[in-house]
């Protein structure tokens, strides 16, 4: 995306008189969202929504999101790949679906393919415009990065975006705050993107990240971390892969499957100190309440009843697929499977889960996160569960160097600092937290139940399933006129 200033004037130059009348109207408390939210965060909501609102092929809306521009300012960055793994682990990622499936779900089986990350750290002693260092290699940017590495966290992250955009690229400076609040690392993940790779890829990725982390094959720069130093964490689509890496993990756990052969050696499929989403996005089919209740506090447009987009992408050549599925990131047949959309998973299911943050703003994916953070405390879990009123998707990002921006980014650090270096202090609290950022009295907190907050499961289970035969219909009638005309329709 273009952040030139003129690209920023010719984008906001239309909307003066909207920006203005915002302004007064949220004053005087009679804009539609001024219950909840104050001017600033109203006129950038409604700017991201009209940037978002643009119909284009998927081509043309990923490629923009994948250009790197360039490494500066307060950060180490250390780019390293892990070679591809034998089939070990695509194995267990299959075996974990089928485990937790029905029979019904269909998916293809994703090549086995190399793996690259971004080390990323803490850069003291420069400003923001700071050039990167002029070093001879990436394993020399990793050792200046480590020099300035205090403690053990290693936070392995997922970036968002709908599973189809996005990079480590544009989440470096979230993972240098990250660094800088915990004092450790993290490593972000360049999974494989749909819809070139749908459904199960990323999760192989994944766990080959995770792989790679306790027991590095030989050349690579990092030692073993054990699995008590690590973190997962990811943002939306990101959220979505850090849970269902988790209870991937579970369910392989409890089946019997205690270690994963990964280089010849059979590494011990270990649990992470914590899990952690902001704004995880849990349920690839979008259908609950809070899509469309919460649609005036976010950027984020509502699916129709049936789950098809309101502006439909244009067609290109990865997208519809060949042949046709009714989801950029999965079949229909796998959409509810509890690894692809979390929401799914049972409390049972998260049984044994280590301590879990979630946070959310008023969001679109709201119910998301409060159904399965009760589901996982009902389990018997520890949820740190912080609901941020009036905010939209992943608005510590959007907003991060505002008041409760730093309050929500605080949090995030200081729960993956406790898990690691205090987890005796991560102990099972009974309520999660309501930040009310634009109380007159500024930043004010309410207690929420953890036991009965969200969605009611009958509801969650009564929609899921409706939106899933919605998008099963849809791809069986794509596939009878591909295979019809030999072209795939949506």
């Not at 209870?247 to 100190?273: H, K, N, Q, W």
């Not at 119910?367 to 949820?383: F, L, M, N, P, W």
């Not at 605080?410 to 099972?428: H, L, M």
Request: some cysteine; hydrophobic content about 35%; glycine content about 8%.
């Amino acid at each position: 995306m273009d952040f030139s200033p003129f690209a920023i004037a010719k984008l906001l130059i239309p909307k003066l008189p909207f920006i203005l009348q915002t302004m007064v109207t949220n004053r005087l408390g009679w804009s539609p969202c001024s219950d909840k939210q104050d001017a600033r965060t109203e006129i950038v909501v409604e700017i991201i929504r009209s940037v978002m609102r643009v119909s284009k092929p998927v081509g043309q809306l990923q490629a923009p999101t994948l250009r790197d521009p360039g490494i500066k300012g307060q950060m180490w960055i250390a780019t390293a790949k892990c070679p591809a793994p034998d089939s070990h682990v695509r194995d267990a990622v299959v075996s974990g679906i089928r485990e937790l499936g029905n029979g019904t779900e269909t998916f293809d089986l994703p090549d086995i393919a190399d793996v690259e990350g971004e080390w990323t750290g803490y850069r003291g002693g420069v400003d923001k415009k700071a050039p990167r260092p002029q070093l001879s290699s990436e394993r020399e940017h990793y050792e200046h990065l480590m020099k300035e590495t205090t403690s053990p966290v290693t936070i392995l992250y997922f970036h968002g975006g709908a599973y189809f955009l996005l990079d480590p690229i544009s989440h470096r400076a979230l993972g240098s705050s990250l660094a800088k609040r915990t004092g450790g690392r993290c490593f972000s993940v360049r999974y494989r993107l749909a819809p070139q790779h749908p459904f199960p890829a990323q999760l192989v990725d994944a766990l080959t990240a995770y792989l790679y982390l306790l027991s590095p094959p030989e050349g690579s720069f990092h030692d073993p971390v054990p699995a008590s130093h690590i973190v997962f964490a990811g943002d939306s689509a990101g959220g979505n892969l850090s849970f269902a890496l988790l209870l991937l993990i579970l369910t392989l756990r409890r089946a019997g499957v205690t270690s994963v052969s990964f280089y010849g050696r059979d590494v011990p499929l270990d649990l992470p100190a914590g899990v952690s989403g902001n704004s995880p996005w849990l349920d690839i089919g979008r259908c609950m309440p809070s899509i469309n209740a919460n649609a005036k506090y976010d950027y984020l447009d509502p699916p129709g009843p049936t789950g098809l987009p309101l502006r439909p992408l244009q067609p290109d050549d990865i997208w519809p697929a060949k042949p046709p599925r009714a989801e950029i990131f999965c079949n229909a047949s796998t959409m509810s499977h509890p690894i692809c959309s979390p929401l799914a998973a049972a409390p049972e299911m998260w049984k044994g889960a280590p301590p879990v943050f979630i946070c959310c703003g008023t969001e679109s994916l709201e119910d998301e996160g409060t159904a399965v953070a009760r589901r996982i405390y009902q389990s018997g879990g520890t949820v740190d569960f912080n609901l941020y009123e009036g905010m939209p998707h992943c608005f510590a990002m959007i907003f991060p160097t505002t008041v409760v921006g730093k309050e929500c980014l605080g949090q995030w650090a200081d729960f993956c600092k406790t898990v690691v270096s205090e987890p005796s202090k991560a102990q099972r609290v009974e309520h999660g937290r309501r930040c009310k950022p634009f109380a007159k009295a500024q930043v004010a907190y309410d207690k929420i139940d953890l036991g009965t907050m969200g969605v009611d499961d009958e509801v969650v289970k009564r929609r899921m399933t409706e939106m899933q035969k919605h998008a099963s219909e849809r791809e069986a009638e794509a596939v009878r006129e591909y295979e019809k005309s030999g072209k795939a329709k949506l």
